[in-house]
């Protein structure tokens, strides 16, 4: 195989850059409305500025950032509309997903309740909840058994991670947001799916609240066909 040039960074040198820049959006070593240069940032990897260049461009795609030809990349806050309008659609297909496995029985609603509590732990930073909270939604709505519905949630998630990033900085946040998990497992464990439904839109609008969006949207309901 031919080597690969310095002009042209393999693929793992990419995901290490993306990877590497995403940890410190995450974690807040780069703020909302801090300008990222590439040459800075390659030299503060110690990778080359084409992998720095190529994260900078999926981290565009993702919404974290907007870039500047010859300025820098531009970290950008969770726009509020934006943020509203995509966790919306999220809890479109967790309910969906939630609502699924409780009309199959209730008896497997325990059962998915019960794994969802086994797989919930202490956090004490950001990354942590991240990384709880993505594995809890996701089991959540694969459990639904839609490939579908379970590929558009994946979508979802990579669209909001910055946003899920921004509601758990800060004191309390962590534990507020896994221990809200644990309250929407409980109330599975125990089959009670309509106090589950309830408190996964509670979870959600936490999520918002900590980031700074105010206005409530109504928990989506079976329409009224009697009329």
Avoid at 3 to 30: C, I, K, Q
Avoid at 105 to 116: D, H, K, M, P, Y
Avoid at 126 to 155: I, K, Q
Avoid at 161 to 182: F, K, L, M, Q, R
Wanted: proline content about 6%; aromatic content about 4%.
């Amino acid at each position: 195989m031919p080597e690969t040039s310095p002009e042209s960074p393999g693929p793992r040198t990419t995901d290490r850059a993306y990877a590497e820049v995403r940890a410190r959006l995450l974690d807040g070593s780069y703020r909302p409305g801090e300008l990222l240069h590439e040459d800075t940032v390659a030299t503060e990897l110690g990778l080359p500025g084409e992998a720095v260049h190529e994260a900078f461009t999926r981290l565009r795609e993702e919404g974290a950032l907007r870039l500047y030809p010859t300025r820098g990349a531009l970290v950008l806050p969770a726009t509020l509309q934006e943020a509203r309008d995509v966790m919306e659609a999220r809890l479109l297909l967790e309910i969906f997903a939630l609502d699924s496995v409780a009309a199959r029985s209730r008896t497997e609603l325990r059962e998915l309740g019960q794994e969802l509590l086994s797989e919930i732990h202490e956090v004490g930073t950001p990354d942590e909840a991240m990384a709880v909270g993505r594995a809890f939604h996701t089991r959540l709505v694969r459990a639904a058994g839609n490939p579908v519905v379970a590929d558009m949630h994946v979508a979802l998630w990579d669209r909001t991670w910055h946003i899920a990033a921004s509601s758990t900085v800060g004191p309390g946040n962590p534990e507020n947001d896994a221990a809200e998990h644990a309250a929407i497992a409980e109330a599975m464990a125990i089959g009670r799916g309509g106090d589950a439904r309830g408190l996964l839109h509670r979870h959600v609008s936490a999520t918002l609240h900590r980031i700074g969006v105010v206005e409530e949207f109504a928990l989506p309901r079976p329409a009224d066909l009697s009329g």
